[in-house]
C-alpha cells in the first residue's frame, strides 16, 4: 500500500464577467484508490457542484466565479491498493475478446490520430511479439525520439505533431504513445494525475500526464515520458486524451498564474505504507 | 409518426486471414424510434455479438468473418415518433446548466476540431442570437460556403480541413457544423443514419451523416448538408464524430464494394403514418 | 525622398562547434532604396563572405562563428526614393500578362499554402473589384479577423494556421494575405525590414515582415498587420515567404539573445527628406 | 549517349470561359541534355508564348484556350550525356561552401517542410556517414516505408504527410526525399520527367518526378521511388518542389482527360546509343 498527501493551489484573475470554471483536480474515486481525507476551498463564496463520472471515478468541481481574484486549493491524503501483475503473464485482447464498452480506446481521438498511423505503426511495432513488453518497446522507442521540452507544444499540439517535431512534454508522450498503441489496435487511454519521483527540473509536469493500457482484461499504467514510477501516481482524470480530462477548462476571461503543487509519500512501513519504487511489474489501479 | 423500411446490403472479400468486423448498421432503440421488424443475415456461417450501446441505443454487430466472400443484409421497419418544437423556445444552456455528462460534447473531438476555432467562431457567430435561429444559420453558413463535392475528401479529412478547402461530403459538412458549434459553446454531435429523402444524384450519401445540438434539455436534429427532413433519418450510430460509429470498422484485409441501400417511407395517414416532410419545426429524436 | 538611420545589435553564444550564420541585415541594394553609409561588424575576427541576390539586391552575410559569444552590429543611413501611384489607376494583371519570371508567386510556399484556398478566396473576395482596392480591401478582411498576439505562433506556424486561429505577428498577417492573394491569382510575395512607426508595444516586429503585391506591372507594398507607413519601411529581405529570408539562419546550436534595433527617421524638408507618413497612395520601393 | 523518342497527349474540354494554360510539357534544355527534334501542336488556333527559365532550362507553353475541346501534342527525340561519377568520390558540403545561389534548395518549401524534421532527420540519418551513400541510405529507408500507391495523396499532399502515412506516388516520394535531405543540410531539389522503365502497371507514373541532391559541387539524380535509371529520365522541369514544375498549371474551368505518354530509347551502340540500364554509377544530367 502507498500513501501520499498531496496539494494543488490554482490562482485566477477573472476579467469582467463571471467566468466558468470545471476543475478536475480531486483525486479519482476507484477501487484501487481511496482518498483518506480532503479538502477543498474556493476563496471566493460561490456554489460549487460537484460531478462523479460513473465508470471510473473522475471528479470535477464546477462553479461560476465573479470578476477578481480567486484561488482554488486541494489537498488530500490518498491510499492506493494497487494490482500487481508479472509483465511476461499479460496478452494482448484480439479485437474480438475486447468489450464493446472498451472497443472505442482503440479508435481515434482529437490528439490521438491513430487512424492516420496505422501502416507507420504496423511497420514499426507489427513484427514485435505483443504483450507487455510489446507496450514497454512502444515507451522506450518514444523516450529514445523525443526530447523533453517545455515550450516545444501548445494545447492544440498533436500525437501526429509530436511524431514529426520529436519534442514536447508529458502530455505529448503521452498522446504519441496513446495513438501508436491505437495503431496496432491495443486499446490504450488518457490519465492525469500528481506524480511522486517528478524531477524537480521537470516543473511543467506537476500535472503529469500518463497513460493506460488494456492487456489481459485491465488497464495497466505506462508512462512514456519516464518520470514517475507507477504506484506513485494519483490518478485525477481517464479519458480518451488531453480533451477529455483538463485539469482545468474555464470558459471566460482570466489571468492564470502556474499552478503549485506538493506531494509526500508515507514511508511507514511499521503500518504498513511502502514508497513508490520503480520495478519491472506491470501495475493496474483501474480494473 | 413516420414509418419507413430499409435495407441494407455490403458485400466484402476477406483477404487471407480472417477479419473482425464491428458494424454499425442496426437501427438504433430510442424513446424516439422504435424497430417493427428486422431482419439481419450473414453469408457466412459465423457466430455475430451483438451489443447495444447503453445511453444512445447505437447498436453494433461483431464477428469474425473468413476469407473468402461476404455479404450482409439488414432489412428492417422503424417507427419514428419526433419530439417537435417550436424552434423560437427553445434556448441554449448556459456552461452552469449543461449537465456534466453531456459536457463532453463541447469538446473537442477527432474529426472536430473545436479547440482551434474559437476565436473564428466567436467573431463569425458570436454576435447572433443565441438559441435554435443562430444553429440554423451556423448551418446555412455552411451551405453557403460548402461545395458537396464527392471525392474531395476521404477518411482522415477534419473540420478544419473542409473550412478551408470548402469542398466535402455529408460527414464533412457534419463534423464542420460540430466544431463551430462547439467552438461556441454548444452542445453537438454526429449521428449516422439512412436519409429519405436524398436527392438519387447524391449517392455518396446513402449512408447519411448529420448532426444534433443540445438546446433546452434536448437533442435537436440539423442536417448542415441540407439532404433530409430531420424526420426522414432513421438513426444507426450517435457519438462524437465519425470515430465513433463507423457503418463499418473492419481489422483485417478485405476487398470491398460499395454498399446498396434503400429507403421507403409508408403512406398511411388513415392508420397514422405521415410523409416525411421538410418543415420549420425542430424535431429531436433523443432525449 | 525619406532618409533614416536604423541600427540592428545580434547577441549570441556559440556552444561547442563552429556555428554557420547567414544573415540577412544589411538594408537591400534597389533602384529605390540607396545606402548612404553603413557599417557592419562582428565581434569575433572571422571572415564574411557578401552575397548580393542578383534581382531584388537582397543582401547576405555568411560567415562561421567559433564556440563562444559573438556580438554581430550592423547600422546604416538609407534613402527611399519610392514610386507613388493613385490606387485608382493600379490593375490586376491578367494570367496571360504576368511575366514567367514572375508567375511563381502566384505559386504555393512553405507559408502561404494558396493551393488549399481557391474556393475560399473566390468565395470571400471574388466579386470584389480587382485592383489595388481589392487587395487592400484583402488586408483589412485579415486586420478584422486577426489578433496581433506575441507567442500565439511559433515558426513552423503558416496562413493555413492563421486563417483559422486568427492569432499571430507581423510574419502570420504576411504570410495569410500572400495566401489569399495567390488564391485569387495576385502574385505577392515577403519581404521584411525595419518599420518607422512601429508602435512600441509591439516590440516582437522590430524586424518586420510585409507584403509586396504585383499590379500594373510593379510591386506595391502592403502590410496587413497596419503597423507602418510603406514609406517609412527599409527593405532588408525579398522572398516567397519566410523560408527565403529570415533575417538569421544559423547551422549548429547557439543560445540568442532578443535582438535590439532603433530607427530615425530625418526631418530635413530644406534638404528634401521628409518624414515617412501613412496616406492613401500606392507606394513602390522596387519594380 | 542515350536517345529516346517520347511523346505526350494531353486532352481537355474547357467550358464556359477561355482558360489559361500554362504546361511544362517541352524537354529542358541543359548542357546534358540536347532536343534534336521536336513538335509542339495545339488543336486550337491560339498564340502560344514559350519562355525558357535561364538557370535550367525549363520551358513552359503559355496560351489562352477557348471553350470546347482541346488536344495538346509534344513530341521530341532528345539526346542525353550523362556526367557519370563513381558515388564514392561525391562529398556533401558544409554550409560554408554551399553556393547561396543553391542554399536555398537547403530551405524548406510547399510540400518539403524540412523546418519540422531536423530533429526527426539528425535522429535517423544524422550518424550515417555523408556522401553519396547517405543520400542512397535516405532514399532506401523510404522505399522501405511507403507504400506506391495510386490514390493514396491528393494535390496537396506534403512530405510530411507522406512519412506519417507511409503511401504515395512518385511525387510523394520525392517530396519527402527532398524534406529529409534539406533536414540534414543537403541541398535538394524536384525534376520532372518522362522515365525509360516505368513498369507498365505504373501508369500513373507517366509523368514521373524524381530528386536531384548536390553533391561535390553537382545536381545529382535520385529517384526514391526506384522506377526509373536515372539516365532514363528525359527532363522536364526543375524546381523546389511540385509547386514549381507542374506539368499543367489551368486556371479557368476544365474537364481533363488523362494524359497519354510514350517513350523509347534509341538501340544503337553503332552510332554510339546505348539503352539506358540501372548500375552504381552516380548520374547528373545539370551542373
Redesign the interface.
Known sequence: MIRMNFGITLQYEVIGQPA?F?LNIHAANTPHQTVVTEDFSISQSVPV?M?E?PFYGTR?A?F?ANAGPITVRYNATVDIDAYIAEPSTLRES???EIP?AI??YV????YC?S???H??AA?EFGQWAPGFSRVQAIAEWIRQ?T?FESGAS???TSA?DT?????GVCRDFAHLMIALCRAV?IPARFATGIDYGAAPELGACDFHAYVEVYLSGRWYIIDPSGISPPQGLIRLGTGRDA??VAFA?I?GQVNSWAPTVFIDAVNDPANGYEMPVRNNLAVSTQA
Open positions: 466558468d470545471i457542484d460531478y463520472e470535477f464546477r461560476k484480439p479485437i474480438a464493446q472497443l472505442h479508435y481515434p481521438s482529437r490520430q487512424d492516420r498511423l501502416k507507420f511497420r525520439r526530447v501548445k494545447g492544440t501526429v511524431l514529426i517535431e520529436q519534442a489496435n480533451a477529455d477548462t470558459f
